[in-house]
Structure formats: C-alpha cells, structure tokens
C-alpha cells in the first residue's frame, strides 16, 4: 500500500516567519514529488514538484527531497496571509496516479 | 501546464438519480484521471480513464456505481450513479501529459444528494 503521511495540523505561525511543512512516503519506487496548496472550497493548485535530492527553490517556496529518509519538505518564507490554505504532499513513480497525504492545514496570523 | 473545465461546478441532486460530470482539457493528454474529496479530506482516486478502454478502478470503486468514459484524448466524463447521500462530495478530474508526472486539476465539482 502506497502511502504519503502529513502532520494534519493546523500548523500556525507569524506573519513574517518561516513555515516548514513535512512528508514521508512509503513507496521506494516513487520518483515524482509534488506539493498542491488548496484553499477552502478551490480545487489544488500545483506549486512545487521535486524529483532528485536537495533543494529546488522558486520564489519564497523551497522544496526539499530525502529519497534515503524517504522525506519531502515545503519551506515557506516570509509567510503571508495569503499563504492560510491546505498543502498537499503527493508522490508517484513515472506516470502512475498521485497518491496524496492527507494535508496540513497551515494559517498565518497577521 | 493544461487547462482543464470541469462542468458543471455543482449541483443538488435527488437520492436515487445520476449525474454526468464532464471534464474538457485544452490540449492532448495521456492520462486523465478521477479523484473524490470528501469534506474534510484529503482526494481519493476514484480511477484512471484510459483512451479507448474501459477505466482502471481503485479499490472501493466499482464500474456500476461510477462508469467512466473516454472517447478521445481531450474528453472524459465521469457518472454517479443511484446516488445517495453518502456520495455527497468534490469531485476532480485530473490531468498530465506524455513524460510529464504533475497532475493538474479542474475546479472541480461540488455535489450534494438530498
């Protein structure tokens, strides 16, 4: 059974400060690595993808990847308001559906 | 990345009866699919529609209750059938296309069985 595990949260922080989202998977075989944010009642929106180990950064948004500890993390800096949504983690391997975790619910206090 | 039109967005619908959703994608794909989210949750693949055969269900999901279908590369419709309150939900078509593994989604729709 394929799986990705999130910290359903809510996870708080400051306007300002950084949010560190995390992920583990199940499956050695995946390859892909993708984080979705969702706001209520909207469908998920693509903001990252990931597929070898580091960092890839674009804009206030880092992906990280650890296929040996089968991890992934979405840093978010400088949070906004604006950034208060569900984030969703989902892996798979070549063109296999997504599986996705559950989701982090993060909210940024003005 | 594709676009993708979900209609219709949402609906109330009566136990008992049917609803068609169709997904439309502005370019050729090779892989669409259906996912389910329910309040709360996060999404469940339904299935994966294959071009020309029959869909590929999950575990849970069975080819009566939710047929699905796939006439060309840009197209896909998705059936609840016999509906009852239990499938209130969102529905979302997914799509990716040759050598790309992201998955992009429609807006979704939003179904409530009264």
């Known amino acids: 059974q394929k799986e990705v595990e999130q910290n359903s949260g809510p996870l708080s922080v400051p306007e300002g400060a950084i949010a560190s989202l995390n992920c583990t998977y199940s499956d050695r075989g995946s390859q892909s690595f993708f984080w979705y944010r969702q706001y209520s009642g909207k469908s998920p929106e693509l903001i990252m993808s990931i597929y070898s180990n580091g960092d890839k950064e674009d804009g206030r948004f880092t992906a990280q990847l650890n296929k040996a500890s089968q991890y992934v993390s979405l840093l978010i800096r400088d949070s906004q308001p604006s950034d208060s949504a569900t984030y969703l983690c989902a892996a798979n391997s070549g063109n296999t559906p997504l599986v996705f975790g559950k989701g982090t619910r993060l909210s940024v206090i003005a | 990345s594709a676009v993708i039109s979900q209609k219709p967005s949402r609906d109330i619908c009566q136990r008992g009866t049917s609803l068609t959703i169709q997904c439309q994608v502005d370019?050729?794909?090779?892989?669409m699919f259906w996912y389910r989210q329910q309040p709360g949750q996060s999404l469940t693949l339904i299935a994966t529609a294959n071009q020309g055969s029959e869909a590929t269900y999950e575990s849970g999901f069975v080819i009566d209750k939710f047929p699905i279908s796939r006439p060309n590369l840009t197209f896909s419709t998705l059936t609840v059938s016999n509906m009852s309150p239990e499938d209130s939900s969102i529905y979302l078509c997914?799509?990716?296309?040759?050598?790309?593994?992201?998955?992009?989604f429609g807006q979704g729709t939003r179904l409530t069985v009264v």
């Open positions: 997914s799509a990716s296309g040759t050598g790309i593994t992201e998955a992009f």
């Open positions: 370019s050729q794909v090779t892989m």
